[in-house]
């Protein structure tokens, strides 16, 4: 349920916007709470059917009080943070560089071949 609590400071009073599903049901109306299951009304007409359930949430809201609540989510360390220079001191590693930028090299230049054969196809046409 969407909600927006808007505080007016000259009389305190509190104002909730609320989005409600109305459906026709049983040659009548249903109108509910978007979000709250239990805030649901059935009348013969639409308007009835808004009617009562502003009444009904009226009536639930009595007694209660809405406050807002900052809550802060906890601070997760990043899953990878823990391999972070696991092979610094590994005497392969730097070999292993070598090899992927050498893989890297051959991969890029077998692509940049294929483009020239599709733009060289392309003059061609």
Known sequence: MTTNLLKNSTDNVSK???????AEKEGGFQATVWGLPECQVFATTREDALKNLHELVNSRLQNVEIVTQEIEAP????????????????????????DIEAYRREVDAGMEEYYRQLDAEEEVK
């Open 75 to 98: 601070k997760s360390e990043h899953p990878w943070i823990k391999f972070a220079g696991k092979y610094k001191d590994d005497p392969q590693f730097d070999d292993m560089l070598a």
């Open 16 to 22: 909730l916007n609320y989005s409600v599903l109305i």
